[in-house]
């Protein structure tokens, strides 16, 4: 008898199948019409409006508690917006885009060069559990309107929300066109090993890793938008009060579990006392109480309450100066969900775990500087971040910091917006990740860009000494060539 197939292999047979029906209705079909795909992103639109309040529940579910109008923010809106852009600018970016001849003299003589834009077949896509519904629909916005299909792993850790996203997508496309496939840490290590033709994976660098080594056993090409410690310089003169709101509020959005979330702030010396009173003063405003408020986020899970947890306590017990934001006094050690205080670490050391890993929790370190060409020292000695903020008025120390510090985006004067933009790419550098999408660079990261050289129908090459026996007509065209 056959020995029975183990789980891993099992799992990437049966997406296999899925995968070869997927490229042979690729090819069947041939590059979708504009109208095919304004239909598959309305179809998409379509399931966010129509299934909002199940969303919103079962993100609560996989929390523990998540206000519904966060979800309807982040996860909801967030993700019409990209596809309702795309909606309105497929029809635009399909076009060729003519491109000039070399020599330019073939132009004049009626040769054409162009490029086309052609779907690069059936794109995989591995979404995290922080904005789980949004980060599965924002890619599908470049990948449908570059005429791909897509095949999906959601993130195990949001359960209910994977089925849920299962069952709508079931609901309204073919398996041919968009399939799911939900499942633990081996269905996703079978997923990563398929042969798309492009993967889109979102989540920790660690697991990135292993991600585009699978990937790389089929030379897929990958998207990575991972994360890493996203740095907030305060500039001397910054107006303290906005900036510590605004910090504040994008630290406490989600808990603080967003890869684009403020991960440390570096201050003047002299300001580190007022941002810490304004920063009190804001979460105040924000969240008068946090225990029961459903407006505060829980951690998603106990591994990662107790990593976060971790932080403050090692920070303690290395000598920082903790100062927990609890407006109301609760007592968040007896509660039922894994919600943790904002939480300000002053002046932590780099030995501290605080300052080495992501934090991905409502926990934000605080350090010092004396001079700005510090501050961008600091930055520049550890690992490009996915993103830097910088908040002041005086326009030449920012153009000298966007100038000497790489991250992948920028927001000045407040946090996390660059995300939103439609206009701009959004993506990682180095460990915070490669390639990028949102708005148009999202269709031509999921988009093949074919060279097509027409050339002309009479041959003047023989009239431009360009073929053999050389003499003297190739000379003098070399002549012209060869010089500065």
């Given at each position: ?8 292999d ?8 899925v995968?070869?029906?997927q490229?042979?209705a690729?090819?069947r ?10 239909d ?7 399931l ?9 529940k079962?993100v ?24 309702k852009?795309a909606?309105e ?19 004049l003589?009626?040769a054409?060069?162009?490029v ?6 059936v794109?995989?896509?591995?979404s995290?559990?922080n ?5 599965t ?9 570059a ?27 073919d398996?041919?066109e968009?399939a ?21 994976f ?27 410690k ?17 910090i ?12 684009l ?21 804001a ?10 408020n459903?407006?505060?986020t ?10 976060v ?8 017990a290395?000598?920082a100066?903790?100062?927990e ?5 609760e007592?968040l050690?007896?509660q ?6 904002p ?13 080495q890993?992501?934090?991905?929790g409502?926990?934000?370190p605080?350090?010092?500087?004396r ?11 550890h ?11 005086d ?9 000497r ?8 004067n407040?946090v ?13 550098v ?7 999408y949102?708005?148009?660079?999202g ?10 050289f ?10 431009l ?9 190739i ?10």
């Open positions: 008898m056959n020995a029975p197939m183990n789980p891993l099992a799992h990437k047979a049966t997406m296999n199948e995968l070869s029906r490229k042979a690729h090819l079909d041939g590059p979708p019409s504009v109208e095919k795909r304004v598959w992103l309305n179809r998409s639109i379509d966010l409006i129509g299934h909002q309040a199940e969303i919103a079962a609560n579910a996989d929390f523990g508690s998540r206000s519904p109008e966060a979800t309807a923010l982040t996860d909801v809106a967030g993700s019409i917006g990209p596809l852009f909606r600018n497929v029809a635009k970016w399909m076009r060729p885009q003519k491109r000039r001849t070399t020599p330019a003299i073939l132009g003589f009626g054409k060069a162009a086309q834009y052609q779907p690069k077949g794109v995989g896509v591995i995290p559990w904005f789980p519904v949004n980060l629909f924002a890619p599908l916005a470049g990948i449908f309107a005429g791909n299909r897509a095949m999906i792993k959601p993130s195990e850790y949001t359960p209910a929300t994977s089925e849920l996203l299962k069952a709508m997508f079931a609901e309204a496309f398996e041919e968009v799911v496939f939900v499942g633990g840490p081996e269905v996703g290590q079978a997923f990563s090993g398929l042969a798309f033709d492009h993967l889109v979102t989540g920790a660098t660690s697991v990135a890793r292993h991600v585009m080594r699978a990937a790389a056993e089929n030379l897929v090409p990958v998207t990575l938008e991972l994360g890493g996203s740095p907030v310089i305060l500039s001397r003169g910054a107006d303290l009060a906005t900036a510590a709101a605004r504040m509020n994008g630290k406490t959005l989600n808990a603080g579990q967003i890869c979330a403020p991960d440390y702030v570096l201050a003047p010396q002299e300001d580190v006392e007022t941002f810490v009173a304004e920063a009190k003063a979460v105040g405003r924000y969240f008068p109480t946090l225990k029961d459903p407006d505060y829980a951690l998603v899970a106990q591994r990662h309450y107790d990593r947890k971790g932080y403050v306590d090692d920070a303690k290395k000598g100066r903790v100062v934001i609890n407006p109301g006094g007592d050690s007896q039922e969900h894994r919600k943790i205080a939480t300000l670490i002053i002046d932590p050391t780099d030995d501290m775990k605080v300052m890993e992501e934090i991905f409502p926990v934000l605080v350090k010092s500087y001079t700005i060409d510090e501050a961008v020292d600091y930055v520049n000695a690992d490009r971040p996915l993103a830097l903020y910088w908040f002041g008025t326009e030449a120390e920012k153009d000298r910091v966007l100038a510090t790489t991250s992948g985006g920028v927001t000045v407040d996390i917006f660059h995300v939103a933009q439609e206009e701009l790419p959004f993506g990682g180095g460990p915070a990740g490669m390639g990028a949102h708005g148009h660079d269709f031509l990261e999921f988009s093949h860009r074919k060279a097509v027409q050339q002309l129908k009479k041959d003047i090459a023989p009239m000494g360009l073929r053999p026996p050389y003499g003297e007509a000379r003098k065209y070399l002549a012209g060539q060869i010089k500065r």
